[in-house]
């Protein structure tokens, strides 16, 4: 069973590790889930998780307290709004742009109801 943890664990960080780049895949929840996994398979890659100076402090301000980071809250929103943008730029039908917009206010909701960590 810790190896299928340990795998799904990986799996999450990569994702998490091309979020970085690419605005539509989130960063710190495929972060958080790794640090789950890796805490059920491997206390050592755990450790080195949270414990990594670029994605441990996102996941401890969240074990910490459920906070997210300004800067974090910030780049959630433009990358948000940019994704929108493009929808409507792409002439989206409006009953998907109604959806979209449901769900992206939602998450924003959520990021910006958070502590600031």
Known sequence: MRIIW???GIIALCLGTVGIALPLLPTVPFLLLAAFCFAQSSPQLHHWLVSHPLFGPPIRDWQA?????KSAKIAATVSIGVVFG??????IRLTILLIQAVILSAVLVFIWTRPVG
């Open 86 to 91: 493009i929808s409507v730029l792409l002439n």
């Open 6 to 8: 340990a795998t799904c």
């Open 65 to 69: 307290n459920g906070a997210i980071r």
